[in-house]
Nanobody, 115 residues
Framework: MQVVESGGGLVQPGGSLRLSCAAS????????IQWFRQVPGSERVPVVG????????HYKGFTGGRFTVSRDSAKNTVYLQMNNLTPEDTAVYYC?????????WGKGTRVTVSS
């Protein structure tokens, strides 16, 4: 079982980016999938999640609506849509799957917000 993130890159302030989390070996829609991010020197923090009931979970500091999550069950992929990005959103973004208590992390994808 694994998850693989993609879609990171360089984006200008105010821009948008969509990250992908492709799951294999399990069904993403049956499990809790969360997005985390980590800035160098800081701990990894949760951003947003999507549970098996298709309910979006927003975590502290990320309740303003700029970050949303969705999934494509046919592709077994979960997406993180990020809008109105600022330099403070520069980080490595990770996908995490909680498969009935088993935690699977991806290797992350780097997002840089800069002009």
């Amino acid at each position: 079982m694994q998850v693989v993130e993609s879609g990171g890159g360089l984006v200008q302030p105010g821009g948008s980016l969509r990250l992908s989390c492709a799951a294999s070996g399990f069904t993403a829609s049956d499990n809790l999938i969360q997005w985390f991010r980590q800035v160098p020197g800081s701990e990894r923090v949760p951003v947003v999640g999507l549970d098996s009931m298709n309910s979006m979970l927003h975590y502290k500091g990320f309740t303003g609506g700029r970050f949303t999550v969705s999934r494509d069950s046919a592709k077994n992929t979960v997406y993180l849509q990020m809008n109105n990005l600022t330099p403070e959103d520069t980080a490595v973004y990770y996908c995490r799957a909680n498969i009935r208590g088993t935690i699977i992390w991806g290797k992350g994808t780097r997002v840089t917000v800069s002009s």
